[in-house]
């Protein structure tokens, strides 16, 4: 895990709520089958230590139930036309953002829009997030 998410999660975590319950190689298998792809590394990093949640927003991981909500989220906006190369990791209401598995970037996707890069890794837009929640605490 990226040491300096680790030290803004650890410095402002009580601002914020994570689940941190890490996937199981199970339920990682089965999501991949059923996502069709590898879910990127960046991603099971911040799964296996906080899974779900943030600080002013929220990273879709696993709830303290086990739902998946990263892949419950990514299969139901594959039905209105999300392309099938990117996983959800964030509901923003008007858009998402999500990883494109083919290229590792952060992209946003709106309905029946072409998804547009805005971070060049999951690990570069996290610690974007966790800056612009900070500075609104």
């Not at 943030?54 to 299969?75: A, H, K, N, P, S």
């Not at 392309?83 to 083919?102: A, F, K, Q, T």
């Amino acid at each position: 895990m990226n040491k300096k998410i680790e030290a803004v999660i650890s410095q402002y975590g009580g601002n914020g709520s994570f689940t941190k319950v890490a996937p199981t190689q199970a339920m990682l298998a089965e999501a991949q089958q059923k996502l069709g792809f590898p879910i990127p590394e960046q991603f099971i990093e911040y799964l296996n230590v906080y899974s779900h949640g943030g600080i002013g927003f929220e990273i879709l991981g696993v709830g303290f139930d086990g739902t998946m909500f990263f892949l419950d989220e990514t299969l139901e906006y594959r039905e209105d036309g999300l392309p099938g190369n990117l996983l959800v990791v964030e509901n923003c209401d008007e858009w998402l953002y999500c990883v494109d598995v083919d290229t590792g970037e952060v992209v946003s996707w709106y309905f029946d829009d072409d998804p547009s890069v805005d971070y060049p890794c999951f690990d570069d837009y996290l610690l974007d997030r966790l800056n612009d929640a900070i500075e609104n605490l």
